[in-house]
Each structure stands twice: as structure tokens, then as C-alpha cells.
């Protein structure tokens, strides 16, 4: 059975920051790209940021850029978003996501495995 754990969610000020964490277990996720998205109530789920399986590529929703990093630790099996300058717009629920396929990095459909979310609230 493979799972996706995240944590460091919680509630912050405007302005703060968090670091999220995701580590699968059951399985080694050295070799795959990995994604984070949002879902804020009434809301699809969207992007936020993918990083290659090697960690030399990243991307971000523009929403985002230059506030999130997104990083990975292969060695410790763990993905990391590092969120700062948050604002109340990125109060969601934050999941964890690992593609196991070539494909866009973009879509919640090309990624194969999720984690159950854990909350971002920002309060203003």
C-alpha cells in the first residue's frame, strides 16, 4: 500500500510562512516527479508547484512564483514546499502528488498517487 504523508500545515498571519513535508511510505519516490496542489473550499484543485524526479527542474503556478519553493530530498525520500510571503488567497487544503509517468507536470490527471491534505490557513 503506498501513501503520501504531508505535514506542516497550520494557521499563519499574513505575510508568515510554512514548510510543508511529504514522504511516501510503502515505496521509494527517488525516481518520480512530484507535484503539489491546492483546494480551497468551492474551488477545483489546482497547481502549485512540480519538481523533476532529480530535483534539476521545477515549476510553479505564476500565482505562486517567488513566493514558494518547491524542493526534494531523495536521500531522506522527501519533497518540500517552502511557502513565504503567504496570503489569506492561499488558505486551501495542500496535497502532495507523485507522477509516475512522463506527462505534463501541470494536471492533477498525470499523477498516480496523493496524500490526504493537510490545511494552510492565512489569516489576514
Known amino acids: 500500500q503506498v501513501q503520501l504523508v504531508e505535514s506542516g500545515g497550520g494557521l499563519v498571519q499574513s505575510g508568515g510562512s510554512l514548510r510543508l513535508s511529504c514522504s511516501p511510505s510503502?515505496?521509494?519516490?527517488?525516481?518520480?516527479?512530484m507535484g503539489w496542489f491546492r483546494q480551497a473550499p468551492g474551488k477545483e484543485r489546482e497547481f502549485v508547484a512540480a519538481i523533476s524526479w532529480s530535483g534539476a527542474s521545477t515549476y510553479y503556478a505564476d500565482s505562486v512564483k517567488g513566493r514558494f519553493t518547491i524542493s526534494r530530498d531523495n536521500a531522506k525520500n522527501t519533497v518540500y514546499l517552502q511557502m513565504n510571503s503567504l496570503k489569506p488567497e492561499d488558505t486551501a487544503v495542500y496535497y502532495c502528488?507523485?507522477?509516475?509517468?512522463?506527462?505534463?507536470?501541470?494536471?492533477?490527471?498525470?499523477?498516480?498517487?496523493w496524500g490526504q491534505g493537510t490545511q494552510v490557513t492565512v489569516s489576514s
Open positions: 510503502g515505496r521509494t519516490f527517488s525516481s518520480y516527479a
Open positions: 502528488a507523485a507522477r509516475l509517468y512522463s506527462g505534463s507536470y501541470y494536471y492533477t490527471h498525470d499523477y498516480a498517487y
